[in-house]
């Protein structure tokens, strides 16, 4: 069974640059139509999806977060990133890292799921 | 931009049917999906493509849709259904997530 595990620090102070990691365990990164996902949650509130990436490098980003956001790949290690720059406490989330199929013809869905790392902005 | 709306809370009496909708102007186009969420887990994948069930969701999940609005269905709602479920849609280039919709199992 597919595992994903996030890591990164769990304080971040405003301004400052928000870095995690995407460890995929028990299969491969590259495989056809499935891009890897970022997903936040703030506290008590909805999910709001950050970006996907393809195991080839090609992006696709929320406007909400495009100018800010920026994700890489490492397919010899099996790992995915995030960065998010200039944070502010809005940015307090639950991360979570996803399997994204998304053949781009019609359906999409998210079918794996990291446990989700809580990133605190705060000075 | 576009968005997809959901109720922000349902309640339902245990052994009777749930019904959650998700509402977008362009929904009758897009493949909506459902994810069920506990509280301190990961979300769980219900439903996808509109009315498929995922290997090891029960059946007393289902979808539908009808027009611009999704509907997730649970029959015979048990306990253990009591979670927030979230509806998922895309365009063009950009995945959306309603609101979420908190199911209450009183």
């Known amino acids: 069974q597919l595992q994903l595990q996030e890591s990164g620090p769990g304080l971040v102070k405003p301004w400052e640059t928000l870095s995690l990691t995407c460890t995929v365990a028990?299969?491969?990164?590259?495989?056809?139509?499935?891009?890897w996902a970022w997903i936040r949650q703030p506290p008590g509130k909805g999910l709001e999806w950050i970006g996907s990436?393809?195991?080839?490098?090609?992006?696709y980003y929320s406007p909400s977060l495009k100018s800010r956001a920026t994700m890489s790949v490492d397919t010899s290690n099996n790992q995915f990133s995030l960065k998010v720059t200039s944070v502010t406490a809005a940015d307090t989330a639950v991360y979570y890292c996803?399997?994204?199929?998304?053949?781009?013809?019609?359906?999409?869905?998210?079918?794996?799921w990291g446990q989700g790392n809580l990133v605190t902005v705060s000075s | 931009s576009y968005e997809v709306t959901q109720p922000p809370s349902v309640s339902v009496s245990p052994g009777q049917t749930a019904s959650i909708t998700c509402s977008g102007d362009?929904?009758?186009?897009?493949?909506v999906c459902w994810y069920q969420q506990k509280p301190g887990q990961s979300p769980v994948l219900v439903i996808y493509?509109?009315?498929r069930r995922p290997t090891g969701i029960p059946e007393r999940f289902s979808g539908s849709k009808s027009g611009n609005t999704a509907t997730l269905t649970i029959s015979g709602t048990q306990a253990m259904d009591e979670a927030d479920y979230h509806c998922?849609?895309?365009?063009?280039?950009?995945?959306?997530f309603g609101g979420g919709t908190k199911l209450t199992v009183l």
């Open positions: 493509q509109d009315i």
């Open positions: 990436i393809y195991h080839s490098g090609g992006t």
């Open positions: 028990a299969g491969p990164i590259i495989s056809t139509n499935y891009f």
């Open positions: 998922q849609a895309w365009d063009t280039d950009i995945v959306l």
């Open positions: 362009k929904l009758r186009d897009k493949n």
């Open positions: 996803a399997r994204h199929f998304w053949p781009r013809q019609s359906t999409c869905y998210f079918d794996y």
